[in-house]
Structures are given as structure tokens and as C-alpha cells.
């Protein structure tokens, strides 16, 4: 899993079977530090986190497992809003 920041959203009218209804975001993984790591991701998400929120992502078949049709071509989902966190 990682921690990320949303940054952005997708809107694609045309979108594979599997995919229809589910809401995009783009996000940046972040270090404990909250400062960015790597690159910028798409994610679906269905609990509704906004642009400025932390977020924590689930990548590959976990994520996957959480589109409705579980042949969706789903790489990284949304699968928490955090609150807050701390680390080194």
C-alpha cells in the first residue's frame, strides 16, 4: 500500500467494460515526510476523497478485487481517507 496526495481528477467519457460509473483520481505517492515520491498514479475511488486529501492506495489484485466486475483493467484503488499520520 502506499500513502498518496490527491492532485487531480480524470474524466473519461469512453471507458472499458468494467469501468463505467467508477470515479478516477490522480495521486502522488509521499514520503512519511509528506514530501512526493515516484510518480503520479491514476486511481479508481469509491469512498469519495477530494483533491487535497491523503489517501491510502492499494495497488494490483487488491485493488482489483474492489471494481465490480473483477475483470476491470483496475491497477490502483482508493481504499482509505487518512486523517492524519506520523513516522520518520
Do not use: C
Not at 514530501?35 to 492506495?57: K, Y
Amino acid at each position: 500500500m502506499l500513502i498518496a496526495k490527491v492532485v487531480g481528477s480524470v474524466w473519461a467519457t469512453q471507458k472499458e467494460k468494467g469501468m463505467e460509473n467508477i470515479k478516477l483520481l490522480i495521486v502522488q505517492p509521499i514520503k512519511l515526510s509528506k514530501e512526493p515520491v515516484g510518480n503520479s498514479l491514476v486511481a479508481m475511488d469509491r469512498i469519495g476523497a477530494g483533491v487535497g486529501e491523503t489517501v491510502l492506495i492499494a495497488q494490483g489484485s487488491p485493488a482489483q478485487k474492489l471494481a465490480v466486475d473483477k475483470n476491470a483493467p483496475i491497477d490502483a484503488a482508493v481504499v482509505g481517507i487518512i486523517d492524519s499520520f506520523e513516522g520518520e
